[in-house]
């Protein structure tokens, strides 16, 4: 498949090849410098404007149908015939997944809306600049766990990335 750039009065500037099956959306990054295409192919794709493909989104079980920027333009999101949306750094390392089969991001990208079974349920993105937000919310439930139980699977490696103190070993 093939997605094609034209100026406004109707002549091609670019084209965009590499999908092995139609393009289904195509997304302009916030600062117009890239663009990112979706596929029957299972692929999403991360172009720049002179045409050649700067990353490939693998993931997806069947058609890639929707993909769009965050506002900063350091990630993308893709929904699939699957029933998942998926957060990608621009990489192409998965950062989450969510499961539903529509996808609704919210402006600011702090929530993704998806629905299933006549239902929409709302989750919290955790995009890379929200990590350590992630990490501090994971160990304010944890930490008590953490510091109370001797359990072998969990070291003083992982006690210490909660600022728990290390259990002494018998």
């Known amino acids: 498949g093939t997605a094609r750039l034209w100026d406004l009065n109707g002549n091609q500037i670019q ?20 663009i990112a295409t979706s ?16 990353q490939q989104f693998e993931g997806h079980q069947g058609s890639v ?12 999101a893709t929904s699939g015939a699957d029933g998942t949306a998926r957060l990608w ?6 950062i989450q997944q969510f499961e539903g089969d529509s996808m609704t991001i ?13 239902a929409i349920t ?32 969990y070291t003083n490696e992982d006690r210490a990335l909660c600022g728990v103190p290390s259990l002494q070993q018998d």
């Not at 999908?19 to 600062?31: C, D, E, R, T, Y």
């Not at 596929?39 to 700067?54: F, K, S, V, Y």
């Not at 750094?89 to 998965?94: C, I, K, M, P, V």
């Not at 919210?106 to 006549?118: G, L, V």
Request: with cysteine; glycine share 10%.
């Open 106 to 118: 919210s402006d600011d990208w702090q929530y993704i809306a998806m629905e299933q079974d006549n």
């Open 15 to 34: 084209q965009f090849e590499g999908h092995q099956g139609s393009v289904l959306q195509v997304a302009f990054s916030p600062n117009g410098e890239q």
């Open 65 to 76: 149908l929707q993909v769009a920027f965050s506002p900063n333009g350091e990630q993308i």
């Open 39 to 54: 596929g029957a192919d299972g692929t999403a794709r991360l172009w720049d404007l002179n045409g050649n493909q700067i």
């Open 89 to 94: 750094d621009l990489n192409g390392n998965q």
């Open 122 to 153: 709302f989750w919290p993105m955790y995009t890379l600049n929200r990590l350590d937000e992630l990490l501090s919310s994971t160990c304010e439930h944890l930490g008590p766990y953490l510091a109370n139980n001797p359990d072998p699977r």
